[in-house]
């Protein structure tokens, strides 16, 4: 491949290295210039091109992602089509993703020009989330390099999304009189959630006392009747003949291995009895915070048998933290001050299915709907209203006049909700403890509804996700704990924060508005129909 800057009277043929823009006139990178092209760059009055021309051997940039996946067993695998030389593989199924972290490294040094990057070995996946990507950095690259590094692929199973396959799983938990009950439910109820990206399900709950011969009857029956059993001790592990480890050995079985390199998770217990796993949980998996039980809980139901040679080579990346996909609270203790909650009103969005109106502006009762909509969020009172503006921002912030309110102009608004989300969430003060996020399109939602929220919020001590249902679908105002605000930060495009709610692992509390919850007005016929007059 030859790179250069090339007379246009000479480029055709020649792909564009750089894009060109000239009045009436824009060509994307890649693009093949041709005999009309070259009349049209010299009327705009370009006289070179930064372009390359292929020599022979050499393919392009998406013919060689392509010869490059089809070296990769499509098993519970998806590609994306080629586009600048990138393909884009998904997981078709939840399940554990698996690379050969050797074989990777010789496929990527085959040449710079040449790339694979991929989720981390071992990595808990659902299904459509992207595991890998090809990417090929020039226009163009020899054929027999990129058959060469196709090779590398082929040579092994270098990488793949092992399913999970459903289990029946037997809990067995362990009292003492210092253990609440309460505590024993949630960590049930945590365990089912954990459950449920496998279809595995839990056949039930033994408690027993926390005693080795209570221990080991409950699981030796727990193991006759499922495919993997778990045990909660109510008391930490401590050795490898304390109370879990000496039930396993009691019960028939064997211990695998006490311990393991993962913190939180140290204090894991893998044993069997039979070919039935029996997992003592650390008492880290009483909270919903990724940790080592995570990970091997993923492994078994991917059809893996970790042993202690798997466990002991997790200590390269098993110092884990706070994660944005699953952030938690360090301590769920109750604050001891009022909580601190930021209302944050939506109102920046273009509104493109208005036909020039502007929905915000239009009038309810005789008052513009964002004007309508702060003012109830003022009257809840929680510590602070922060109003993101952006399209037509004077006529929206003009009708905010004489408000105790912040305004905060979003220039990025164009690009999507996310963007009015990050705006807001970063200029929070360090001592918010939550954001109610409202939208300002929403004229039903009254000071009540959300003084209602703002009280969940407050019951569940700040530590859960406390959103507006309607017939118990859900709906909007959302209530998000501080600790949600990383994983917002990281939030692109036109998306909310649904993702976050769903996949945070905290309590959820649903407060029942009624049909406020998902009375929005993107059209004007839903501002009529909502009781509105359209103001332009």
Do not use: Y
């Not at 013919?63 to 490059?68: D, Q, R, S």
């Not at 905060?408 to 996020?437: E, F, W």
């Not at 501080?482 to 945070?504: C, K, N, P, Y």
């Amino acid at each position: 491949m030859i790179f250069g800057e090339i007379p246009v009277v000479e480029a055709e043929g020649a792909r564009l290295a750089h894009g060109v823009r000239a009045e009436g006139l824009s060509l994307r990178k890649g693009h093949v210039v041709a005999t009309d092209d070259q009349a049209a760059l010299v009327a705009a009055g370009v006289a070179t091109v930064i372009a390359v021309r292929l020599e022979e051997g050499d393919i392009g940039e998406d013919e060689a992602a392509t010869l490059i996946a089809a070296a990769i067993v499509p098993d519970h695998l998806s590609f994306t089509p080629p586009a600048t030389g990138r393909i884009n593989l998904h997981a078709t199924a939840n399940g554990l993703f698996v690379a050969d972290r050797a074989a990777i490294d010789r496929f990527n040094r085959v040449d710079p020009a040449i790339t694979i990057a991929t989720l981390p070995d071992h990595a808990s996946v659902a299904a459509g989330d992207m595991v890998a990507t090809i990417k090929i950095i020039p226009l163009a690259v020899p054929e027999a390099l990129a058959r060469r590094a196709a090779a590398a692929l082929a040579a092994s199973r270098t990488l793949e999304v092992k399913p999970f396959v459903a289990h029946r799983v037997g809990l067995v938990a362990t009292e003492l009189p210092a253990l609440k009950a309460s505590v024993m439910d949630k960590t049930r109820r945590l365990l089912e959630q954990r459950l449920h990206p496998s279809d595995s399900w839990l056949t039930g709950e033994r408690r027993v006392p926390h005693q080795p011969a209570a221990l080991a009857a409950a699981i030796r029956q727990a193991a006759g009747e499922n495919d993997l059993v778990v045990v909660f001790g109510a008391s930490a592990v401590t050795d490898a003949n304390d109370v879990i480890p000496a039930a396993i050995r009691a019960a028939g079985g064997a211990v695998v291995h006490v311990g393991m390199p993962v913190d939180p998770g140290n204090l894991l217990v893998l044993g069997q009895v039979g070919a039935v796993p029996v997992l003592g949980a650390p008492g880290c998996a009483r909270s919903p915070k990724e940790n080592g039980f995570d990970w091997i809980l993923a492994r078994i139901f991917a059809g893996e048998k970790p042993g202690s040679r798997e466990i002991t080579g997790m200590g390269v990346g098993g110092l884990l933290a706070e994660i944005p996909s699953r952030p938690q609270p360090r301590e769920l203790r109750a604050p001891e001050r009022p909580l601190a909650v930021t209302a944050l009103v939506l109102a920046a969005g273009r509104a493109s299915r208005m036909k020039g109106d502007h929905k915000l502006l239009a009038t309810f009762d005789g008052k513009a709907l964002v004007r309508r909509s702060v003012e109830a969020a003022l009257a809840a009172r929680p510590a602070r209203v922060l109003v993101v503006t952006g399209h037509r921002a004077d006529e929206v912030e003009a009708e905010l006049a004489g408000l105790t309110v912040d305004l905060l102009r979003n220039p990025d608004h164009a690009q999507g909700m996310s963007t009015s989300l990050r705006a807001g969430v970063s200029a929070l003060s360090p001592g918010c403890d939550g954001i109610v996020v409202m939208l300002a399109d929403m004229p039903h939602v009254t000071e009540a509804d959300v003084r209602r929220l703002l009280d969940a919020f407050a019951a569940a001590g700040g530590h859960a996700i406390v959103r507006a249902v309607s017939g118990g679908k859900r709906g909007n105002p959302v209530v998000l704990p501080r600790t949600t605000f990383s994983a917002i930060l990281q939030l692109e495009g036109d998306v909310g924060a649904r993702h976050i709610v769903e996949s945070a692992g905290l309590d959820v509390v649903d407060v029942e508005i009624g049909e406020a919850a998902h009375v929005d007005v993107d059209t004007p016929e839903a501002v009529v129909a909502a009781g509105g007059v359209l103001k332009g």
